[in-house]
């Protein structure tokens, strides 16, 4: 709905009077395009309400809709901080969002003037209802002023809020009163703020939240509210300030697959009783790199699956994805990608990236997260016959889709709750070794023929007995979510069956290592 001309100059001057900024009586009188709102000490003239500029009237109060929001200093100061704020954090993306937080006392005093309005100016009820729908928003007006003089001075293109922007800027602006003018609604609506007031520790976000009051406005009839809040607003003796300036990129996510080296090293880090139990972990060797380069605040790490300190992961190994939070650094191509790579893996011998690192959409982490229930697996166990005589290992080798029981592991059920799993293990290849010699659970470097972990299995050789009768070699491919060591040694009974009970003789695993993480990833 529009007024005509000699409406909206009344309006106009009236909110002036009772104590409005130029830029609210503009607001109120339906004016909806932003070039007004730029230079508003001339716009009364361009739109016809008075015949001479007329220079913004100075009082020892604010604006008593806009609580100073709309102040030129108030918009000056907000457009520095926040082009301080983003300048100096060197985010990269080249577009941006702004959101705006207002007192929540705001609310109460929009409310007060369309009534008072209405009233002064006997609005029909459909002429008040198009009121309420033509006046702009102060977050709208604000950011018409604000968001052109913020893409100058950080380079970069304001977006709306509502569509879809990784990098966001929150401004908070706060008001010293606002509680105390909240207040009011106590009497209004009683019943719901006094349960809130009660309740402190349920309504942690306050007793007048922005949602409960915007409810309380609808519910709340005209006569209620002005028998309790003044109409017009009173004059405030303060106004808003810039209470804080937050930027925050949206998480982005990179991921490969890594190799384990080592079976002294965990995969995240370990502590226990908050004592750190080993000096680093995959997720450190692999994360810290990646977090600092893109200067991120802080780092999730996802994988599909995990191995057990002792166990190494080899060949193409495990899948896994970085999410990064509040990076700074976004623009990531595959050259500076493939730096990464490099830099990380020359940093350690203990783990290493298969590949390259890719930039992840949110999406693919589905695959990496059904990929824990759905994938299958393979190994490569180096199993220990306790007792004589030996056994065929035929028998082994023509097992097909076993399906075995598992209950929770002993080493893992203070951790872990009570269940009972079904797993499958798919196909087996077992054989006899004859000697240490020919033991190669680690597959060799691509572009080296050392192998700088052999030594490690020519440890785990000389703890066992019998080393030339007593040792098979055993590659097994399984459901996701197999306990492979108890499928070897049964876990007392807790694994059925196992290599223990099919082979009828004692067993046991010296070494394990995950050969294959079959998912297509990344």
Not at 320 to 346: C, G, Y
Not at 423 to 442: D, G, V, Y
Not at 469 to 477: G, H, S
Not at 503 to 517: G, K
Request: glycine share 4%; proline share 5%; charged share 25%.
């Amino acid at each position: 709905m529009s007024f005509s001309i000699d409406k909206e100059c009344e309006i106009y001057n009236y909110s002036l009077s009772i104590g409005c900024c130029i830029r609210c009586s503009l607001r109120l009188s339906g004016v909806r395009s932003p070039s007004h709102y730029e230079n508003p000490v001339h716009s009364p003239v361009t739109l016809g309400y008075t015949n001479s500029s007329v220079s913004e009237v100075k009082n020892n109060y604010p604006c008593i809709a806009c609580l100073g929001i709309l102040d030129d200093e108030t918009l000056t100061a907000a457009i520095e901080k926040i082009a301080a704020e983003v300048n100096n954090q060197e985010y990269d993306c080249d577009v941006f969002t702004c959101a705006l937080t207002i007192p929540i006392a705001v609310q109460l005093r929009e409310r007060s003037l369309q009534i008072n309005l209405s009233r002064k100016f006997e609005f029909s009820k459909e002429a008040a209802a198009g009121f309420k729908r033509t006046v702009p928003q102060i977050k709208e007006v604000w950011k018409w002023i604000v968001l052109p003089e913020v893409e100058k001075l950080i380079d970069k293109t304001g977006v709306p809020i509502s569509a879809t922007c990784p990098f966001v800027i929150d401004v908070f602006l706060a008001y010293s009163q606002d509680e105390d003018e909240c207040k009011a609604l106590l009497k209004m609506c009683g019943n719901t703020f006094k349960k809130r007031l009660q309740q402190k520790k349920k309504y942690s976000d306050g007793v007048f939240s922005r949602k409960s009051v915007e409810t309380a406005m609808i519910n709340t009839l005209e006569n209620q509210f002005v028998e309790h809040y003044p109409c017009p607003p009173s004059h405030p003796s303060s106004q808003t300030f810039i209470n804080e300036v937050t930027c925050a990129h949206s998480s982005f996510f990179v991921g490969g697959r890594y190799n384990k080296y080592s079976r002294e090293l965990s995969q995240t880090p370990w502590f226990i009783c908050g004592q750190k139990k080993m000096e680093t972990s995959v997720q450190e060797l692999l994360c810290d790199p990646i977090v600092k380069f893109v200067k991120a605040d802080s780092m999730k790490f996802l994988s599909s699956g995990r191995e057990d300190v002792d166990v190494r992961t080899l060949h193409s190994g495990r899948p896994f994805a970085v999410e990064l939070l509040n990076p700074r650094i976004t623009k990531l191509s595959e050259a500076i990608l493939q730096d990464l790579t490099q830099k990380i893996n020359t940093s350690t011998e203990l783990v290493h990236i298969v590949g390259n690192l890719q930039s992840i959409s949110r999406d693919k982490l589905k695959t990496l997260k059904e990929g824990e229930d759905t994938k299958t697996k393979t190994y490569r166990a180096l199993c220990l016959c306790r007792s004589q005589p030996l056994p065929t290992l035929d028998v082994l080798n023509e097992i097909r889709d076993l399906e075995v029981i598992q209950k929770t592991p002993v080493r893992v059920l203070h951790r872990r709750p009570l269940a009972t799993r079904l797993r499958t293990i798919h196909a087996m290849k077992a054989s006899w070794i004859s000697s240490k010699e020919t033991i190669n659970l680690q597959c060799r470097d691509q572009d080296s023929n050392k192998n700088p972990l052999v030594e490690v299995e020519d440890e785990l050789l000389e703890k066992s007995n019998d080393l030339a009768t007593n040792l098979f070699i055993l590659d097994l491919t399984t459901q996701a979510g197999t306990y492979v060591k108890e499928f070897v040694h049964g876990d007392f009974g807790r694994t059925k069956p196992s290599i223990c009970e099919i082979l009828q003789i004692e067993v046991d695993i010296v070494a394990l290592d995950v050969t294959s993480i079959n998912l297509n990833w990344p």
